[in-house]
């Protein structure tokens, strides 16, 4: 009997203490969460014109003194001990005043404050393992001969994400969220290279792969650009001290042999965006070696020459070998080809003569620092 006494009491103990209401017991935010801010993408995203948590956010390190008592984030298999949510009713960017509720007094919360951050530009940070698709392996013409794609995967592709607040962030391809797709202005794939989509949880950034019909085994010249020697004025002119030439590779093919053994001959003409030209080193008078890259991958060079005035003999250089060439013409000794002639005339004057001859001395010597020509 006295058993059965002391449970009923200790029931209506327990009764007592869940029947006063939360408001009877002081609650106090003895610890803030660690992470106060919260970025898009990572922690949030859009939810049509909401924003939601992506997962629950982390309140690591919250302590609230409830009824005298410490208590501490934790989690567990089916949740936290803690919950929190905006106190205006919706989350907004920015700054958000909040209430961290207790899970196990529903009524009990304290309030602290929240910074949600959105991104304000996505960039490609590196491109994707693979970017050169191989037909047979990765594509296959369909019945209508279009580019059809097998499988792909941008595996390895990152994206640099700058957000309002200037902070940066990398995240990869497979870490969740992003996903790529083929822009809606391509109706077919083409030959070479074609440009596809990352997003990023509506964040969109552009990168390149190449179809191709086998890897490239080895690349040979076949035809020089029809433009070889650049004319002063005409092909290049200075700027700012420094030589620009106006290239020109019209006429400029390269054979290429696959992997499998078959071969193509690429015309630049035809498919300029499969090349890339670059000079092996600073652009000089007289001749210059060039850097042809085709598919990003095989490269093969050949050489273009700069004619300059004082250069009678087309050597690349001005010096005493180009003033005696002056003198000998003046006095009939030698002949001077339109093009020769041109380059001897330095004091413009549409003569060639020793005033020609020792301009030409002057300049290789360092005595003048240009030709009237050159004014």
Known sequence: MKKAIS???????????????????????????????????????????????????DLTGTVVKYNGNNISFATFPWGGNMSVEPSSGKWQTGKNKVKIFLEDFSAVYVESELTLVAIKSAALYKAPTKTELVRGVDWEYDAMNNIKLKSYSPAGAQIKLTFTDNTTKIVSYGDGGMDWFVPDHIADFVMGANTLNLDYYGHTVPFEIRFVTESIKSATLKNKPALINYEYKDNWSYSSGKIVPKYDFSGFKVSLTYSNGTSETVEYSAEPKRFSFEPKSTVTKGTNTIRATIDGKATVEFDIFLRSFGDVDLDGRCNSQDALAVLQYSVSLIKLNIVKFRYADVTADSKVNSSDALAILQKSVGAIDKFKAEA
């Open 7 to 57: 449970i009923s009491l200790c029931l209506v103990l327990m009764l007592s203490v869940l029947l006063i209401p939360a408001s009877a017991y002081t609650t106090e935010l003895v610890s803030k969460p660690d992470k106060t801010t919260f970025y898009e993408g990572l922690d949030w995203v859009y939810n049509g014109s909401s924003i939601s948590p992506k997962t629950d956010f």
